[in-house]
């Protein structure tokens, strides 16, 4: 496994083991690494000759300071769990300094209505951020494919046109939420939820479970209607939003369509902490 810190190194070492058929895929994580990373890396190995992870808390996505303060991190940990898993790793875990010059800034990019919705409505900011962090890591490593869960469909959706908007002969591989067995899905943030919290936290797949089962014989406002009570009867949780939208283009679903896909999308706290999930309807 190599551990690379700088930019030049890792361009470097690339340029070395890269070959014409190698296939050079990469892992874009924020560290605090779980089983979700995990199989996202399991998952990049089996279609890639080369992986490359990053672990990197990218500022500029965070519109809060606390949360990006209070975001986990310990990179001593996480790459004891990648040597216990994985052989042949390169990791790219840069200091902010390498990344950014001495300002913090984003650039702006044309996601359109894609950004505007849920994430993009609750954190300003919060994907041109993502984009600006992507923008480098790709032009650093070149990847053919680069891996990315759909726990963050939105974003999953804001790299595809991402890529697109930058004209890259890049493939973005969404790969399946990870989940606890109470379906709470794998993130790094729930490590700062206590124990009886992440039991509880189950409640949030229950939700989407719910509206999974309700979606062919009920109307979508009276699903979103219901689910929306029963956050209100739970005082563990203080809503953000819980939609029903078109997994395409992420527009809110009024009436089902037979030739289209769609997604429930949900956001809550949990006292402080922010989760997310969403799952496949149709
Ligand atoms: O999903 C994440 O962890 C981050 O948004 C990413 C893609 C690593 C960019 O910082």
Do not use: W
Request: glycine residues 4%; charged residues 25%; proline residues 2%.
């Amino acid at each position: 496994m190599d551990l690379i810190h700088h930019k030049n190194a890792l361009k470097s070492l690339l340029k070395q083991r890269r070959n014409q058929n190698n296939i050079v895929g990469f892992v874009p994580t924020m560290g605090a690494l779980h089983q979700g990373h995990l199989s996202l890396i399991s998952i990049a190995q089996q279609q890639c000759d080369l992986v490359v992870v990053s672990i990197f808390v990218n500022p500029t996505q965070f519109d809060n300071a606390a949360d990006l303060e209070n975001y986990p991190r310990g990179l001593e940990e996480d790459l004891h769990k990648l040597k216990e898993n994985f052989d042949n790793l390169i990791i790219f875990a840069p200091h902010t300094e390498e990344i950014y010059d001495s300002q913090l800034t984003s650039e702006t990019f044309a996601f359109g209505e894609l950004a505007k919705k849920m994430e993009g409505a609750s954190r300003d900011g919060h994907f041109d951020g993502v984009g600006t962090i992507l923008k480098k890591f790709f032009t650093i490593i070149q990847p053919d494919k680069a891996f990315f869960g759909e726990k963050d469909y939105q974003q999953l959706l804001i790299v595809k046109k991402l890529v697109d908007l930058l004209n890259l002969p890049l493939e973005i591989i969404g790969c399946p939420i990870s989940r606890e067995e109470n379906g709470l899905a794998r993130s790094s943030r729930n490590k700062r939820l206590t124990a009886d919290q992440q039991k509880e936290a189950g409640f949030i797949y229950k939700m989407l479970l719910k509206a999974k089962t309700n979606f062919n014989n009920k109307s979508i406002s009276t699903i979103i209607d219901s689910i929306e009570k029963d956050f209100k009867n739970n005082s563990s949780f203080k809503l953000d939003y819980f939609e029903i939208v078109d997994a395409e283009t992420l527009n809110t679903a009024q009436q089902v369509k037979k030739d289209k896909k769609y997604r429930a999308f949900v956001a809550a706290y949990m006292g402080e902490i922010r989760l997310i999930d969403n799952i496949a309807l149709n």
